[in-house]
Structure formats: C-alpha cells, structure tokens
C-alpha cells in the first residue's frame, strides 16, 4: 500500500521564515545599513584583512594562520551559525516538494529563483555553503543552488552600496554587469549539463533527512530531532575541514599575493595570478572592497584588482571543499574555469575602459 502523505506542520514552516528574518536582520541587514553610512562618510569600511594594520602581507608561519583565522572568525562566526541553521532548517521544517517546485527544475525558471533569493541573503561564499548543502539534499536543482550559492556574493545590495563609496561606482557597474552573467549564466551551464540525469544530488540524503513529509512522523517531537540530527551532522562534518584550510590560508597568503605595489601591472600573468589567488582565498562578506582599496592605493595596476573583484568572493578553496559532496566532480569543476575566465574579463574590461 502506498504510504499516507501526512501534510507538513505549518509551525515548521514559521520557525523557518522566523529564523531566516530573524537572523538575517541581526547579523546582514541592520549592521550593513550602519555600516553603509560609515562607508558614505568615511570612504572607507576599514583595514584590509589581507594586510590588517601593518600594511603588508605576512610571511608564512604559525602566527600569521593564527592571527588571520582569529580575525577572519570574529567577522563571519555569526553569519556561519546562521547558515548551519538554516541549511539544516531546510531539510527538517520546509516541505520537500516546495523546494522541488522552486528550485528543482532543470531550466532557467530555478536559477532565476535562485538568484532573486540569493539577494536578500547576503551571506559569504563559505557562510552560505550549508545552506547550499541542504538546497542540495532535498533536490534543489545544481544550477539553481549555484545561482543562489555565487548570487550571495556577487549580488550582494550592500557589498555593491560599500564598493561605490569606497572604489567608485564604475567598480559597482563592472562588478553588478558581470556578476549578473556569472550568475546566471554559469547557473544556466550547470543545468544544461545535468539534464537527462534522473538525480539532483549525488549524495542522496538519508530517509531522516529528507524535508518530504511521505510517511514521516510530523509531530513536533520528531521534526525537531530530524533538525537537531541534520545540524549537528552538517557541523561536524563541515568546520573541522574549514577551519584547517583557513589556518592553511591564513599562512600561506604571501605565497598567494607576494607582491602589492607598483610592479603589479596589467600584465597577463598577474592578472592570472591574481584570478587564482582570488579564487582560492577566503574573505568574510565584502572583504574585497578594502583588500583592493588597499592595493590600488599602493599602485596595483586596475587590471588584477578587477581580476580580484570577480574571483574573491563567489568561491574559496574552503567553500568548494563544504560542497563538494553536493556537487558533481565536473559541476565543481566548470565552476571554478568559470569564476576565473570572469576575472580574466573582467581585468580586460577594466584596462579597456581605463579603469
């Protein structure tokens, strides 16, 4: 006999938006609008957190994984709980078949979904990796998730409100211009890709994972333990990794950015270099804007800092690592070559235009 659908409790529902409102306001939405002000009068939003105060990067040690993973955790631990709340959230107290019907499909109408719902948001590219996680486990489409996922970044309200005070707002029109077709296009690919196959997700999620409410125990009781099993599950797994590849980065940042002044031009191999080092390297929300108000204050050439601009914040050696388990090994992979062709793109529209 086929199981009984029982349907899905609308206080799961409520406690989801409750958090999601809730935690959003308290650690994006109000902080940022203060901090927009700041970033209006003071043509500044503070220290690079690549250099902190003493101007320059750190040679590799202990002490320089150290002070950067202390610095880079009190800017972004906040936001981190948020997203290990919310990507358990999703799997416990939202109805599978809603994520299914918003975010599951193979065609455009998921990754416009998920980019609207990535606006909002807001969050950094390694905060917002178990929300991504949990899209995932309850058959939120590959390219829709990526849409959300790179969305959190590139088309992120305040970062761009900062970068215009901050940099200029023709840095907010090359970012938003072509944070849209990253967006969005790489969103695209990544559903023409998978289409054909009958999964959404390559890691299936275990019966007590699932948000579907066939056959399940809906009693309060039983959800609440399905959400506690999912976030204690996802957090174990997920900050062991991330905190060692932020130490590794942490120490290693004057191997990636051995160099910040004058002699960094528009040449081809700094801007490739700079695209790398972008890509691989782990920034809290909108660390992009003093990281390159700093460099192009000492002399580096516009070409790599907009190579930066692009290649910073949507994906970092630790986030990929969170969702690769959600990914395809080639999903992953066009990701990375995509992020990286929109910084080389980006560095040729900025010397073009004369940034």
Known sequence: MPSRRSPHPAWGIAVFVLIALAGLFY????????????????????????????????????????????????????????????????????PGHWIKRWLGGLGMGSVMTGSLLSIPSMMCTCCSAPVINGLRKCQAAPGGTAAYWLG??????????FMGFVLGWRWVGLRLVLGLVMVIGLGWVLNRMNRGSNATVDVPAGADEQASSDGQDMSPAAILRRWARAFFSMTLRLLPEYLILVLVLGAARAWLFPMIGASVDNSVLWILGAAVAGMLFVIPTAGEVPIIQAMLSAGVAAGPAAALLMTLPPV????????????????????????????????????????
């Open 27 to 94: 650690v994006k939405w109000s902080p940022y609008y203060g901090r927009a002000f700041v970033a209006a009068d003071t043509h500044s939003i503070g220290r690079s957190i690549l250099t902190g105060a003493d101007g320059a990067v750190p040679a590799p040690s202990l002490r320089a994984a150290l002070d950067y993973a202390v610095t880079y955790g009190l800017a972004i631990w906040k936001a981190l709980l948020l997203g290990l709340l919310l990507g358990s959230a999703v799997q416990a107290l939202l």
């Open 316 to 355: 970092s050696l630790p986030s990929l690592a969170m969702v690769a388990r959600s990914f395809r090994r080639t999903d992953l992979a066009v990701l990375v070559a995509g992020v990286l062709v929109m910084g080389v793109l980006a560095a040729g529209v900025a010397i073009a235009l004369g940034f």
């Open 152 to 161: 959190n970044t590139m088309l992120n309200p305040a970062t761009l409100v």
